[in-house]
């Protein structure tokens, strides 16, 4: 390292952003991501016992995959090298390669190549790795905000071990928001800052589990806001709102707004407005909410407001679910509109529901009559000495796959609980049953 690239290592750490400047120095000043370096975990044994193998952090930005190879340069006695797939070329990676090479052969000191934004590379480049990863010369750590399993060669996922890094939670970002403000020699503690609740749950909600966005925010505030008459600068909600470029809407998850959106969200969807569905999912998404509790909410109203009147719905809520979790934001807005617009526009039936709810009810009241003799199992030795199966009728064997026989318990015979509507598909369930129980032989 020359002088040049000495001074800019030096200010980076004194003068660069603060997200830059409070990267964790070691694995234990890590937030978050514990179920990868929590202290029982394979990565922090491996990062402690410096034994790390190749490894592909994956997942959101500002989760902190940089983070933690920083934090294995700072514990390794390995070299660390570090390029950006979107600026490298192979000429680089050579140069990388020959230097480790030289590194292993006189000194016999491993090299860690670490690459940002691995996915940028593209076959040939990460072909070119691939010998150099298999016998030693270096054990790469590759990070990457799209899916491995996709955009990293087969041949170089075989030979690393993969770490999914999740979204960090809001309590996590508060804590490196409060961290933030009281580290003095590395953070805003010179700065006499101090940030209302409001605000602090304001920017751990709206950053979505990016650390990098909510300590730009808090920074800006900093550095921008003048003290108070007290002598303290106040982070309020609306500095907070300002700094982060997004307008408070109030649908925190202990607030009554929030209870009152997701009500009125799912009221519309149940009342066939997907104009009004779509407009509450617009004011969740806009507010942070969780993109996970939002699927939930709309498989959850795909049984108990749809249900059989239009089977599609569930699995259309249950694939959306799947999808916007994978894909995540802010392409999972189309795919959640998409699911939203379906269940408020389908036909609508609770059937489905106030049948588990009659059957539940009827159960927790009464004894458990037996089952049918006719419908026990036969499948044993003594069965039929017992009774057990004898005069079972084998609905395949009769015309249209129907023979009417007793299927509930001898005391409920005259219960009935499914009670199909007359909407969507249930309205030819409903002729269904009209047309076999007054002609089953039709």
């Given at each position: ?7 800019r290592?030096q200010n ?8 830059s ?36 952090f ?41 230097a ?29 790795l ?9 054990v ?23 770490f999914?890094?999740k ?26 800052a ?30 921008t ?62 507010a ?8 939930r ?37 189309m ?17 489905a ?52 026989q007793?299927y ?14 007359e909407?969507?598909y ?13 002609d089953?032989?039709?």
């Amino acid at each position: 390292m020359d002088l040049f690239e000495y001074m800019r290592e030096q200010n980076k750490e004194s003068q660069g952003p603060l997200a830059s400047r409070l990267r964790p120095r070691t694995v234990d000043e890590v937030v978050g991501q514990q179920h990868i370096v929590g202290k029982d975990k394979l990565l922090y044994r491996a990062i402690k016992a410096d034994k790390l193998g190749s490894v592909i952090f994956y997942g959101p930005p500002g989760t902190g995959k940089t983070t933690l190879a920083q934090v294995i340069a700072n514990t390794t006695s390995a070299e660390f090298t570090q390029l950006n797939a979107t600026a490298a070329g192979k000429k680089d990676m050579e140069n990388v390669i020959a230097a480790a090479k030289e590194r292993q052969g006189m000194y016999g000191k491993k090299t860690i190549l670490f690459i940002d934004e691995i996915h940028r590379f593209n076959k040939g480049q990460q072909d070119y790795l691939l010998p150099f990863v298999e016998d030693g010369t270096v054990v790469l750590i590759g990070a990457t905000t799209e899916n491995p399993y996709f955009e990293v060669n087969p041949a170089l996922l075989s030979r690393s071990v993969i770490f999914e890094l999740k979204k960090l939670s809001g309590e996590d970002i508060k804590e490196l928001l409060l961290r933030a403000l009281a580290d003095e020699e590395r953070g805003l503690g010179t700065y006499n800052a101090a940030i209302d609740e409001d605000a602090l749950t304001f920017l751990a909600d709206v950053s979505n589990g990016d650390a990098r966005a909510a300590l730009t925010a808090i920074e800006l505030g900093v550095l921008t806001t003048e003290p108070g008459e007290d002598g303290v600068i106040h982070i309020t909600i609306d500095v907070a709102s300002e700094c982060i470029q997004k307008r408070v809407i109030s649908c925190g998850r202990e607030s009554d707004s929030h209870y009152d959106t997701v009500s009125a969200f799912i009221k519309s969807m149940r009342g066939s407005d997907p104009d009004a569905a779509v407009y509450y999912l617009a004011r969740m998404l806009y507010a942070g909410e969780d993109i996970k509790f939002i699927a939930r909410r709309i498989m959850i109203l795909a049984s108990e407001d749809i249900g059989n009147a239009d089977p599609m719905a569930l699995v259309v809520a249950a694939s959306a679910a799947s999808a916007a979790e994978r894909v995540g934001m802010p392409e999972a807005q189309m795919i959640l509109a998409q699911a939203v617009t379906y269940m408020a526009s389908a036909p609508k039936s609770n059937a489905a529901v106030n049948a588990i709810g009659k059957a539940m009810k009827v159960v927790k009241e009464t004894k458990t009559p037996p089952v049918p003799p006719h419908l026990m199992d036969a499948h044993y030795g003594a069965a039929e000495k017992l009774g057990r199966g004898i005069g079972y009728k084998y609905a395949h064997l009769y015309k249209n796959h129907y023979v009417k026989q007793q299927y509930l318990p001898d005391s409920l015979t005259d219960e009935v609980f499914y009670e199909p509507s007359e909407n969507g598909y249930e309205a030819g369930i409903r002729e269904y049953f009209r047309k076999i129980n007054e002609d089953p032989d039709e």
